[in-house]
Structures are given as structure tokens and as C-alpha cells.
């Protein structure tokens, strides 16, 4: 059984920085494609980041050049900082992993982490 824990969040002021974590555990020698979602009060749940098997990233254009997803193996962890955090950014990020590259839906999810940037 893989679980996803997140943890980082918190409260900063427009144009600060938070960096998000998330820690694997379970079958921690797998190199899962992995994730970060996140939804705003009111909106649907969006993607933010990925992160391959081979560790190739894929960001959504509002967070281009201003987040960074990352990997670390010997922590079994993975993390998404944030930099020139704006009030739209706002909302619970989640952790996400799939089983393979070739796999479309995440199956395995974290409890996510509120994040709350003040204008």
C-alpha cells in the first residue's frame, strides 16, 4: 500500500515563497510518476506539476517559471517550491502518484496541505 503525506503549507504574503512536500511510503523503491494538484474554494481540482519516471517536468502555464517540482530518492520524497506566490495561487495542493508513465489517472493521493497567499 503506497501513502502520500504532504506538508509545507501555510500562510504568506503575496510574492513569497513556500516549499511543499510530500513523502512515499510503502513501496518506496518504486520511481512513481508523481504530481501536484490543487484546488480553490469553488473551482475544480487543476494540475500544477508533474514529475516522470525519468523525471522529466511538465508544468500548467499560470505556475510556469515560478514553481519547481523535484525529487528526492533516498528521502522517498518529493517537493514542488513555490517562488512570487500570488492570492490566485491559493487553495489545498495535493500529491499524486501513477503507477507507470503509460498510465493516464493518478491513482494514489495525498490529504493535501492549504496554502493561503494574502494580497
Known amino acids: 500500500q503506497v501513502q502520500l503525506v504532504e506538508s509545507g503549507g501555510g500562510l504568506v504574503q503575496a510574492g513569497g515563497s513556500l516549499k511543499l512536500s510530500c513523502v512515499v511510503s510503502?513501496?518506496?523503491?518504486?520511481?512513481?510518476?508523481m504530481g501536484w494538484f490543487r484546488q480553490a474554494p469553488g473551482k475544480e481540482r487543476e494540475f500544477v506539476a508533474a514529475l516522470t519516471s525519468r523525471d522529466n517536468t511538465y508544468y500548467a502555464d499560470s505556475v510556469k517559471g515560478r514553481f519547481t517540482i523535484s525529487r528526492d530518492i533516498a528521502k522517498n520524497a518529493m517537493y514542488l517550491q513555490m517562488n512570487s506566490l500570488k492570492a490566485e495561487d491559493t487553495a489545498v495542493y495535493s500529491c499524486?502518484?501513477?503507477?507507470?508513465?503509460?498510465?493516464?489517472?493518478?491513482?494514489?493521493w495525498g490529504q493535501g496541505t492549504q496554502v493561503t497567499v494574502s494580497s
Open positions: 510503502g513501496r518506496t523503491f518504486v520511481r512513481y510518476p
Open positions: 499524486a502518484a501513477k503507477r507507470s508513465d503509460y498510465e493516464k489517472e493518478y491513482v494514489y
